[in-house]
């Protein structure tokens, strides 16, 4: 499937402002079920320097800077890529007793994954006794985390909320919605109260019955032979091959497409949107 998308930001001040170094993460990820074919960006006022490069984990960045004062910040990517189905029932986990889930929280995880098992605070324990219940006879460890990604989306309305940090678990458990980031950073911690690596991913998601699309937030689990896999308790799902991501991190705030600052006295208003259409 070869998607193409045009991701729109602006920001219009009242007044003129003076713009800090901004951080681009426009970037799709490559992976064995993606490519891709093109990819540009445009900023506007046109950068007095910029400098690409990967940050500690994987992520493909733009730093920009900018000289004199502007009442408006506009950034735009357009990219094509070519997507494949992916076989999530095809893998051949390793080692064989990670088909016996129980057996994943004494599994021996790297270094490199260390980051990725830390939680915050302690799972509050009433989510922990739901988890343990829903759990409760399922052994197959692909049919545990897909049974537990459904739960987790049956169990909570889905909400828009542009702005702002992800909930902490227990405000998201007394909440009878969240949005898309609140309910990965949920599942995240009981992933890792369960012993799972995972991470923050924020992308695309095409829908083609949608009428407009954004910015979405899943999760990613490290399964042993399968690698990091894609969930997204939003639509209570695992991920297929409409998921784009553009970056994946332990900590959500480090995959947020546009961050900077800036010195002056206004107000900022944001303005965003997505266009995503199959080719």
């Keep these: 499937m070869r998607i193409r998308i045009k991701h729109t930001t602006e920001y219009f001040f009242d007044s003129p402002v003076r713009l800090h170094p901004h951080v681009l993460r426009l970037w799709p990820i490559p992976t064995p079920a993606m490519e891709v074919e093109t990819f540009s960006y445009h900023v506007q006022?046109?950068?007095?320097?910029?400098?690409?490069?990967?940050?500690?984990?994987?992520?493909?960045?733009?730093?920009?800077?900018?000289?004199?004062?502007?009442?408006h910040l506009w950034v735009e990517s357009h990219v094509v890529v070519n997507t494949r189905p992916l076989n999530l029932q095809g893998m051949l986990l390793h080692p064989l007793?990670?088909?016996?889930?129980?057996?994943?929280?004494?599994?021996?995880?790297?270094a490199a994954l260390q980051p990725a098992l830390t939680m915050p605070a302690p799972l509050?324990?009433?989510?922990?006794?739901?988890?343990?219940?829903?759990?409760m006879g399922y052994e197959n460890t692909m049919e545990c985390l897909f049974h537990l990604t459904k739960s987790?989306?049956?169990r909570f309305q889905?909400?828009?909320?542009?702005?702002?940090?992800?909930?902490?678990?227990?405000?998201?458990?007394?909440?009878?919605?969240?949005?898309?980031?609140?309910?990965?950073?949920?599942?995240?911690?009981?992933?890792?109260?369960?012993?799972?690596?995972?991470?923050f991913v924020s992308g695309y998601h095409f829908a083609p019955h949608l009428p407009e699309h954004e910015l979405h937030a899943w999760v990613e689990v490290f399964v042993p032979g399968g690698g990091w896999i894609g969930l997204d308790p939003s639509v209570g799902a695992p991920c297929d091959e409409a998921y784009i991501a553009v970056a994946g991190s332990i900590d959500p705030s480090q995959t947020m497409p546009i961050t900077g600052a800036f010195t002056g006295n206004a107000t900022a208003?944001?303005?965003?949107?997505?266009?995503?259409?199959?080719?």
């Excluded at 828009?160 to 969240?178: F, Q, V």
């Excluded at 208003?269 to 080719?279: C, D, G, K, Q, W």
């Design 45 to 71: 006022p046109v950068p007095s320097g910029q400098h690409e490069y990967l940050d500690p984990e994987g992520n493909r960045l733009a730093m920009v800077w900018f000289w004199g004062d502007t009442a």
């Design 158 to 199: 889905p909400q828009s909320r542009h702005e702002g940090s992800p909930w902490p678990p227990s405000t998201t458990w007394a909440s009878h919605s969240a949005s898309c980031r609140d309910l990965s950073w949920l599942l995240i911690q009981i992933l890792r109260y369960l012993g799972l690596p995972a991470r």
């Design 269 to 279: 208003r944001l303005e965003a949107s997505v266009l995503l259409e199959a080719l």
């Design 152 to 154: 987790v989306g049956l």
């Design 124 to 135: 509050p324990g009433s989510i922990g006794q739901w988890v343990d219940s829903v759990l």
């Design 97 to 110: 007793a990670i088909h016996q889930f129980a057996a994943i929280r004494s599994h021996n995880w790297p």
